[in-house]
């Protein structure tokens, strides 16, 4: 029972998730443009707003990124880069930790803003409050991960996610056997972050997308204007 579960949680519900998460996404553009939008709430009320928001907004995307280039990159490339398992588990922990505290000081305040200030709990949706408690508990126990990550500096168990996060993306079955025996607080983190890929689509969250394709504007073309 607790093999099928293992490969239930963690062989199938990835794809689950990342399907939902693309899908969703290009669903929600296609037919809801209007609600592609971030909500904010700036104008309802400004106190809080820019220490928490721009905490949380370097608190994640350090995170992000951090996340996507560690478990993604082949263990090979950091060998041939000079940087050993052991040298990259310990670059984890540290900028981890300080993005992580980052952003969970700045996601506590966003948090007390809207418990706080009415006009912005008024406006404040169910998927709101979701989103937000989720972000809480993947942070929180992404933290609880790091004392557990400090008795493994040779980056053994980290080489374990890795592996397992770039057998899900190419497409091998036996991903979820790769972490089969890792603490139940790694596992938690790892299905909650698979569920916020999940309830990506349906939430505030999409604007995501607008933000990375921000980019594209520096190398589109001049509009063109023509007088009559």
Do not use: C
Not at 83 to 90: E, F, L, P, T, W
């Amino acid at each position: 029972m607790a093999s099928y579960m293992n490969e239930l949680l963690f062989g199938i519900y990835p794809y689950v998730a990342l399907s939902v998460f693309v899908i969703g996404s290009i669903i929600r553009f296609d037919r809801e443009q209007y609600t592609w939008k971030s909500d904010s709430s700036q104008l309802l009320a400004r106190g809080q707003l820019r220490l928490g928001s721009n905490l949380f907004h370097l608190g994640i995307l350090g995170i992000f990124f951090g996340h996507l280039v560690g478990l993604l990159t082949p263990l090979a490339v950091w060998h041939a880069l000079g940087v050993s398992a052991g040298a990259k588990q310990m670059i984890a922990i540290v900028a981890g930790g300080l993005f992580g505290v980052m952003m969970l000081v700045g996601l506590l305040v966003l948090v007390h803003r809207r418990l706080t200030q009415p006009r912005v709990r008024a406006t404040t949706k169910v998927m709101d409050w979701v989103v937000l408690w989720l972000l809480l508990a993947q942070l929180a126990l992404g933290l609880a991960t790091l004392p557990l990550s400090a008795q493994h500096l040779d980056g053994s168990e980290m080489v374990k996610f890795m592996t397992w996060a770039q057998h899900v993306v190419t497409f091998q079955g036996d991903a979820a056997s790769l972490i089969a025996g890792v603490s139940p607080i790694f596992k938690l983190h790892l299905l909650i972050g698979m569920t916020i890929f999940l309830v990506f689509p349906f939430s505030r969250l999409v604007h995501i997308w607008s933000g990375f394709a921000s980019v594209f504007y520096a190398i589109r073309p001049y509009q063109v204007v023509r007088s009559r």
